[in-house]
Structures are given as structure tokens and as C-alpha cells.
């Protein structure tokens, strides 16, 4: 293979050589920290995806080295690729935030705000970049779109309502599934994702529209209001399975595993897709082999009340005795 | 050693004089001051009978809310538990089924919420954190009981009474 050609670019300050053809959004993740653009439909697994949602937004204050023009408007920086020579302003651009502002404001017009009763509270996209970058009021007036739910296959559920037309799903169907069945009904503001005469998905990959929603449209029937996120604890796991590469996240409770997904990275993306088996049949520890605990961001509502790192030292001196005599103690009270 | 204040002061021992030794004057003059009080209002109440006026803003036992319709505002949205430092909240939610619209306002809801009023250290942090306005610490202070497992209070006690009773 013949050497790639390697072009400089700028990201708000910050220089980085990335191959020719590289999006500026995939440049400034090899960069990483706070400068890399929120993505809502970008997903590096899915060909085609990205454009749609443009919370990825950035200045190019110039565009290349031969022709130093900034470009006239701000860019969507996943479908953007970088030239030799550019520079970008992402969170040093005051024009990037209030934009931003605007398309948070934008993709929350429809959204039913019932982050209470959600079940992606806590791990949604768009919960995220609201808190980020939106502002506490909207000024849309009129009535929101309403949505019956819909059940897609018996482990799947869709809530149009929470819907931000990112297309992610669209593209799973249509590039790790065999087969689509759901997809895009209806155009501009109506558009609605729905699979046709509620067929159902029938697929062994189809539960990875679960992972790949940024919001809670697409969610766990299985999971459905079994416990919130944050009591939740990630466990790394993987199993042998023939279909998929078997590595997971189990979410416990206890002693019971309440779900299994993917495992995502930092951007929200899965490392592997995995099979519906995996996902919605395996639930029991003995199906799986444990890794240790998910490394989860202390910035994330998942770490809270999850005491790791601080192991408190034991209030009571362990006393045999004193156990017994107080358990003695408890069954005669509770016989009154 | 040598004193760093010079604030120690040396006490003299001197023995009892004639009327400390009659032992009677002091008796009385402890019973006088006794007596004085009689007559005075009492500082304390007869607490279950009488009770102290709280100020607007006391926190006390926990009430779950219901809407102007009946309905229960709690959705289980585990965000009071979630606040509470004491970790005294627990709840399990389920989904409202078709016929129990009227009996809930969205459509999950806690079927079982318990509040353990021995770990609870009633600083309001649910009431603060609840998005639906559901839990309000507006009630009276925690009877007592004698065992432990009756200070967990369920849906039971904490959800108020429907309107039309």
C-alpha cells in the first residue's frame, strides 16, 4: 500500500497531520478532549451517516494553504474533509456556540422532554448536548408532534415522539441487517421512522437500532422501566457466540442482569455490534464470562453513588457475638 | 510547672461553718428556688396532645402529591433517590396499564416507593430534585414505633388521600 499523504490542519489551535480525505470531525477526535464537535447522526460504524443533524457544526477560517478564504458559512464538520493547511474554530468561535444553541433548540422543537419516564435518561445524546449547549426556555408555541408507540418485533419499541431523524437506524438496517424493513416514512417536518404496516424487524442484528439511537426512540422492550440507568451497575463481559464477536456490557442490579448492550466509547458509538441473542436471551451471569467493572466517566449521572474508589473503613468492628445476639434480639421483636 | 495564663486560680479548702453544717437553710433555699418555678409558665409542652407552631418552611414527614385530578404525579423517574445523600429512597416502577389513566399521570409509574425514615435526614434535597413536583416534605414529624422495619414507609403512608374523601 502506498504511503498515505499527510495533511496539517489546525483545530482551534491545536495542529494535527491527518490522512488526506479524513472528515475534520475524525481530526479532531485524534486530537480528543473538549474540542471534538458533538456528533447526534454521525456513526463512524455506518457508511453514509452524518449531515443530517448539525450539532457538528465549525468555523473554517481558512480553508487551505493554496486557498487561505474562510468558507462563507459554518460547516458541518462530519461530512467536511480536512485540506492541507486548514484551520478550524470549534469552542474558541463565539458564531460555533450560539449556533449550536440554535440547532439544540432546533432538534428539541418535537421532543416530548419525559426524560422522567425515558429510559435513555442518563445515557442520551441529547440530554447531553441540551445541558451543554441549550438554552433552559424554548420559544416554539405551537403543538408538538404526537406518536402512538410502536412496537418493532416484540423486543423493540419505538417512540416516535423522541424521534431526531438522525437516520442511524435506518443505516443499521440497511447495512448490518440482511434485509430492511423499516425506514423513512413521509418527508420534511412530517418524516417519521417506521417500519411499514408495523412489520416487524426480523433480524439477528436488528437490536442494534437500540444502541445506535442517540435519544430514547429506539429502546430496550426488555429494559422497559426496570430500573433507571444510574441504580444501574456496567459490567464488562464476553461470551462465545457464533453469530457475533460476544463482547458486551451488562448492566446489573443486584444480582440480576437488567440489560446487555454494546460497548460504547467514548463518543456513544458501540466497538462491535452484537446479535440479538446476546443481547435480549443471554441474561443470566453464568451465560457470561465477567472482565470487571466499565470504566464509566466521573463526569456521568452512571458513576454517582457507585463508590469505587473510596472504600470507607467499616463503622462496627466485626463481633460474632454481637451479630448473634442481635439477630436473637430481632426475632424475638418481630414475633411481638 | 509554671502557669502560661496566669489565670490558675489556688482554692482554699476551709471547713464548713456552723449553718452549712445545720444542713436544714440549704435544703430550703434549694427548695425555694424549686417552688419559684411552680409558679412560672413551663417551658416544656405535653407534645402528642399539644404541639409547637412549625415555621412555613420545616421539613418534615415526606407526602407523595396528587395532581388536580386525582392522578399520582410520582413517575418514578428515580431522581430523588438519586439526590438523596442519605440513600434512604427506594422505588420500583412499573408501566400503567390501559383503565389506570385516571389513576396515574404518566404512564410509568412507582409501585412500590419506600422511604426509610431512620436513614431519611430530612434535608430536602427529593423535594428539590423532583421534577414532576411530586414529593413534598410538608408533613408532621415521624411518630415514633418500636421496630425497626415499620419506619420504612411505603406508598401506604406517603401518597395522599384521594380528593373526593
Excluded at chain 2, 433555699?29 to 418552611?57: A, C, D, Q, W
Amino acid at each position: 500500500m502506498p504511503e498515505e499523504q499527510l495533511v496539517k490542519v489546525n483545530i482551534d489551535g491545536i495542529p494535527v497531520e491527518v490522512a488526506a480525505g479524513t472528515t475534520i470531525l475524525n481530526a479532531a477526535r485524534q486530537i480528543g478532549g473538549d474540542i471534538v464537535p458533538p456528533a447526534m447522526c454521525y456513526y463512524s460504524k455506518l457508511s453514509g451517516s452524518g449531515g443530517k443533524c448539525r450539532t457538528c457544526l465549525v468555523k473554517v477560517s481558512k480553508g487551505s494553504e493554496k486557498d487561505p478564504r474562510p468558507m462563507p458559512k459554518l460547516v458541518a464538520s462530519c461530512r467536511t474533509t480536512v485540506m492541507d493547511g486548514m484551520e478550524v474554530q470549534n469552542i474558541t468561535s463565539a458564531e460555533v456556540i450560539e449556533a449550536r444553541k440554535g440547532i439544540v433548540e432546533m432538534l428539541l422543537l418535537n421532543h416530548p422532554l419525559d426524560c422522567p419516564i425515558c429510559d435513555q435518561a442518563g445515557e442520551c445524546s441529547l440530554q447531553d448536548l441540551g445541558y451543554e449547549h441549550g438554552a433552559a426556555k424554548t420559544r416554539y408555541e405551537f403543538e408538538r408532534r404526537q406518536f402512538e408507540r410502536i412496537d418493532i418485533g416484540d423486543k423493540i419499541q419505538l417512540h416516535m415522539t423522541r424521534c431526531i431523524l438522525c437516520y442511524r437506524c435506518v443505516f443499521v438496517a440497511d447495512q448490518i441487517t440482511d434485509h430492511r424493513i423499516h425506514g423513512i416514512l413521509n418527508r420534511g417536518d412530517h418524516s417519521e421512522i417506521s417500519t411499514y404496516i408495523h412489520q416487524a424487524v426480523d433480524n439477528d442484528f436488528s437490536g442494534n437500532v437500540i444502541d445506535v439511537c442517540p435519544v430514547g426512540a429506539l429502546t430496550d422492550k426488555t429494559f422497559r422501566f426496570k430500573n433507571r440507568v444510574w441504580f444501574t451497575k456496567p459490567v464488562e463481559a464476553h461470551r462465545d457466540c457464533d453469530k457475533c464477536c460476544g463482547k458486551v456490557t451488562l448492566w446489573y442490579k443486584g444480582e440480576d442482569v437488567l440489560r446487555v448492550t454494546g460497548r460504547k466509547d467514548v463518543y456513544g458509538e458501540v466497538e462491535e455490534f452484537i446479535c440479538n441473542t446476546c443481547r435480549f436471551d443471554q441474561k443470566k451471569t453464568v451465560d457470561w464470562i465477567i472482565e470487571g467493572p466499565r470504566k464509566v466517566a466521573n463526569t456521568s449521572v452512571i458513576s454517582s453513588n457507585h463508590y469505587d474508589s473510596l472504600k470507607p473503613l467499616p463503622v462496627i468492628k466485626k463481633n460474632l457475638a454481637l451479630q448473634e445476639a442481635n439477630k436473637e434480639q430481632l426475632e424475638r421483636y418481630t414475633r411481638l | 510547672m509554671e502557669s502560661l495564663t496566669n489565670k490558675k486560680k489556688v482554692l482554699e479548702a476551709k471547713p464548713l461553718n456552723f449553718w452549712e453544717r445545720a444542713y436544714l437553710p440549704a435544703i430550703l433555699s434549694g427548695l425555694s428556688i424549686t417552688m419559684k418555678h411552680f409558679f412560672r409558665k413551663p417551658v416544656t409542652i405535653k407534645y402528642p396532645e399539644v404541639k409547637r407552631e412549625f415555621s412555613e418552611n420545616y421539613r418534615g414527614l415526606h407526602s407523595l402529591k396528587r395532581d388536580e385530578n386525582g392522578k399520582e404525579r410520582c413517575t418514578a423517574c428515580g431522581l430523588c433517590a438519586l439526590s438523596c445523600p442519605a440513600e434512604a429512597i427506594t422505588m420500583i416502577a412499573a408501566e400503567r396499564q390501559p383503565g389506570e389513566e385516571n389513576l396515574y399521570r404518566e404512564e410509568k409509574y412507582a409501585a412500590v416507593y419506600e422511604i426509610n425514615m431512620l436513614r431519611c435526614i430530612f434535608c430536602g434535597l427529593c423535594e428539590e430534585a423532583c421534577p414532576k413536583e411530586a414529593i413534598y416534605l410538608d408533613g408532621d414529624i415521624v411518630p415514633t414505633d418500636f421496630l425497626r422495619k415499620d419506619f420504612i414507609y411505603g406508598k401506604d403512608k406517603l401518597v395522599e388521600a384521594p380528593l373526593n374523601q
